[in-house]
């Protein structure tokens, strides 16, 4: 199926309807690919001896699928065959800034996030396998794909790698200034507003084991003072 | 107990014991409450009909206990009756920057990352839930608890507030270069490093509904350009 194919509203399930603060849904595929597309880390939830487990991975998609190295979740897959319901959670976050209210109760945040619910897929296959590495590689540092070497036969071997479905998603978007404007606090005369909260990248720093006519690649120079979110 | 009486040292356990990547495991506390007070959004995992889910959230923390808003964690509190095991995760990560490696396979995350484990305390004592409250609003928000209007006896009632103890936590602090500085990899004459990222306030903007006379306070005016995390 290629991506002109895939309906652009995503199918609500009972996990994914908001039962809190609807304003913020969002059924659009596109919402849900920019959120992914813009985060770095996610937030991988699994259960281990019945307990939730949240752990932060780097992570790389295509159209239909998010993957993440498997070793993280390597604890939940271990016991996978323990546990009931082997279904993870992974969540994107993007913290765009603080929202000031005249009323503490008012106070609030402005933010993406993306959440993925599915049965991942552990890629057995090699060639899967190494697309997965190189969607991982050029979601987190791009251009290093075809700078950096490459995974050996060994490597790919010793890397779990799991695909999660984007199919069941649920997109949260909350933006824009308090919503307590025209509330009876507005009388206070007290300030409101947003404080806006930005995330860039900063200047390569060498290993101080290289010469130091060793300069960063164009690629890598080129991502210093852009914004990551 | 007051702090100074508190073991500086974390008490590991079988979930907290790292399993791999042992050499970034921190078990000084003074780790975990810098990474805490660094933080603005912990990601939150609970067990949701037999599923993990992770959200976003905002927290405050005193020396003994993490706090956050009961709502986001309604649907697992909710259902907790049905739920063999109530405990929940919180992660609160830094992400620092990129390893840039000479392969593929050795890039990584420097960053900083605290797990609670534990089962909330849902808080019933309005003065323990006002406090909890002003710990939250002034780790999310500093100095508007004293500036904006404070939660009505309404409100209060409104607001489910739970309380995490800091005792059972994992942290992993991952920083400096990539270390295949003396692999056979080296020969590869290829650049290494890492590259920075680093978040910060911006300017306030101030809700358009207010007159342009109305200037933001100074404790607002004071966070633009200061570093988060």
């Not at 509203?9 to 994914?16: A, E, F, I, V």
């Not at 909350?174 to 200047?203: H, K, V």
Request: proline letters at 6%; charged letters at 25%.
């Amino acid at each position: 199926m290629t991506h002109s194919e895939l309906p652009r509203t995503l199918t609500p399930t009972d996990r994914t309807r908001l039962r809190r603060f609807k304003e913020n849904a969002s059924f659009e595929r596109a919402d849900l690919e920019a959120i992914l597309d813009a985060g770095f880390v996610c937030h991988l939830g699994v259960i281990v001896d019945g307990v939730p487990m949240v752990v932060p991975t780097v992570y790389g998609r295509d159209e239909r699928y998010l993957y993440v190295h498997g070793s993280v979740a390597s604890r939940s897959l271990t016991g996978a065959a323990d546990d009931a319901d082997e279904t993870i959670c992974v969540t994107v976050t993007h913290v765009d800034g603080l929202v000031l209210a005249r009323s503490v109760f008012e106070h609030g945040v402005n933010y993406r996030c993306a959440m993925l619910y599915g049965v991942p897929r552990t890629l057995t296959d090699d060639a899967e396998k190494t697309e997965a590495l190189r969607l991982i590689t050029e979601h987190t540092a791009p251009g290093q794909w075809d700078y950096a070497r490459r995974p050996s036969r060994k490597e790919l071997a010793a890397t779990t790698v799991l695909a999660l479905s984007l199919e069941e998603a649920s997109v949260k978007i909350s933006a824009g200034p308090p919503d307590d404007g025209d509330s009876a606090d507005a009388e206070l005369g007290l300030w409101a507003g947003t404080l806006p909260l930005t995330t860039r990248w900063g200047a390569p720093t060498a290993d101080p084991v290289l010469p130091a006519s060793r300069t960063a690649p164009a690629h890598i120079v080129a991502r210093a003072g852009t914004r990551q979110g």
